[in-house]
């Protein structure tokens, strides 16, 4: 299996454009995290899905971040308008069932000018 | 109470020494206890995890020591290697509950 896959890995912007995030969780699970890493804040829960269904969104940071998971194998976190205070690396987890394991992708490095 | 406290915030260790990173926690409801591996450019990657109800899990080098009427529990890296260098993350959730991270210890062995 590929793991857990994001795009872009590196996302340079300006401050009000708009960012899309992208993740594809591993086959077969059903439990999808957005999680931001900072080196101020550590590794922060943003948004949870569980069968596509958003469960959790209490960790969005304000009504300029929204997460969309369509299917089970895509998931979306967008930006609009993006501050430089957003400026971070996002990473997207996935897990199967009940199994705790989480399983992370690579992250997207974002930079908002 | 949601809170994991970890430290320290660094730790530079040498080549074959013993690297020891701690972690407290405040919900007594907290019931599975991992720690995660991070090496730079890539996601955190689970290491090894506890359950309350033991108070020693150990693979390999890796050993983690749980004290449940302290609440704190501890990674601890045998013989530590180059290749450990990494940031290490602890966390706790209840349940099937989300996990709570600690911020992470950036650990570097030096050889």
């Known amino acids: 299996d590929a793991g857990v896959i994001q795009s872009p890995r590196h996302e340079v912007t300006e401050m009000g454009q708009e960012v899309t995030l992208r993740c594809k969780p591993i086959s077969g699970h059903n439990s999808l995290f957005w999680y931001r890493q900072t080196m101020m804040r550590g590794l922060e829960l943003l948004i949870y899905?569980?069968?596509?269904?958003?469960?959790?969104d209490s960790g969005m940071p304000e009504d300029r971040f929204s997460a969309k998971m369509p299917n089970a194998s895509f998931s979306t976190l967008k930006i609009q308008p993006s501050e430089p205070r957003d400026s971070a690396v996002y990473f997207c987890?996935?897990?199967?069932?009940?199994?705790?394991?989480?399983?992370f992708g690579s992250g997207t490095q974002l930079s908002v000018l | 109470q949601q809170q994991v406290k970890q430290s320290p915030q660094s730790l530079i260790v040498q080549k074959g020494g013993i690297s020891i990173i701690n972690c407290a926690y405040e919900n007594t409801a907290f019931d599975y206890f991992p720690w995660y591996q991070q090496f730079p450019g890539k996601g955190p990657a689970l290491l090894i995890a506890i359950r309350p109800d033991v108070s020693e899990k150990k693979e390999g080098r890796f050993t983690i020591s749980f004290n449940k009427s302290a609440k704190q529990f501890s990674l601890h890296i045998m013989d530590s290697q180059p290749g450990d260098s990494a940031t290490y993350f602890c966390a706790a959730s209840i349940s099937q509950g989300n996990l709570i991270f600690g911020k992470g210890t950036k650990l570097s062995v030096k050889p």
């Open positions: 987890a996935s897990r199967q069932g009940r199994v705790k394991k989480l399983f």
């Open positions: 899905f569980n069968n596509n269904v958003p469960i959790d």
